[in-house]
C-alpha cells in the first residue's frame, strides 16, 4: 500500500467511527435543524457576521459530509499537510447540498449586528477541518455548514 492509499484508508476508518452527527458537536448544535430564530440570535447575540443550518434528516446531513469527504481525491493528502504543518489555519472542503438535505442561510451588515439577508436558500456547503486540539496529531471536523451558491471559506469563517 503507497502512502496515498494509507492516508485515504486512515481517513476512511476515522468517518466510519463517526455514526451520528451528534459526534460532531459543533455541527449538531450549531447548524443542524436550527430555528429561524435561533439563526437570528446567533448574528445578534453571539456576534456573528453569518448563521446557516442544515435541514434534513440527521443521517442524511452525515452521509452528505462524509460522501463529500471521501469522494474528494486530494482531501487525505491536504489533511497530512495540515497536521504535519506548523501553520494553524484549517482547510476548507465545498460541495453541493444533496437532494434531500436543505440550507438556510442569514446574514447581517457589520455596523449594526442586525440580521437583514436571508432566508437564502443554499445549495451548497462547506466542511472546515482543523488540527486535533489537546495535543492531538491528527485533524477533526470542526464545522460543516451551508452556503449561498458563490461563497467562499475565507469569507465566511466566522460562521
Known amino acids: ?16 467511527h463517526i455514526v451520528s452527527i451528534k459526534q ?3 455541527v449538531y448544535k450549531k447548524h443542524v435543524n436550527i430555528s429561524t ?3 437570528r440570535n446567533r448574528i445578534l447575540y453571539e456576534n456573528k457576521r453569518y448563521a446557516s443550518t442544515f435541514i434534513g434528516e440527521e443521517k442524511d446531513i452525515l452521509s452528505m459530509i462524509k460522501k463529500l469527504i471521501l469522494e474528494d481525491p486530494y482531501i487525505a ?10 501553520d494553524p489555519d484549517p482547510i476548507f472542503l465545498q460541495g453541493e447540498l444533496s437532494h434531500n ?3 438556510i442561510w442569514y446574514g447581517s451588515n457589520r455596523k449594526e449586528r442586525q440580521w437583514i439577508y436571508g432566508p437564502v436558500e443554499c445549495n451548497e456547503f462547506i466542511i472546515c ?3 486535533q486540539e489537546n495535543g492531538g496529531k491528527g485533524w477533526d471536523i470542526k464545522s460543516a455548514y451551508p452556503v449561498p451558491k458563490n461563497y467562499y471559506p475565507v469569507l465566511i469563517t466566522s460562521i
Open 77 to 86: 493528502e491536504d489533511l497530512r499537510g495540515m497536521v504535519l504543518s506548523d
Open 101 to 103: 438535505v436543505k440550507g
Open 37 to 39: 430564530e435561533d439563526l
Open 129 to 131: 477541518f482543523g488540527k
Open 1 to 16: 500500500m503507497n502512502s496515498l492509499e494509507y492516508l485515504k484508508e486512515e481517513m476512511r476508518t476515522k468517518l466510519d
Open 24 to 26: 460532531l458537536q459543533h
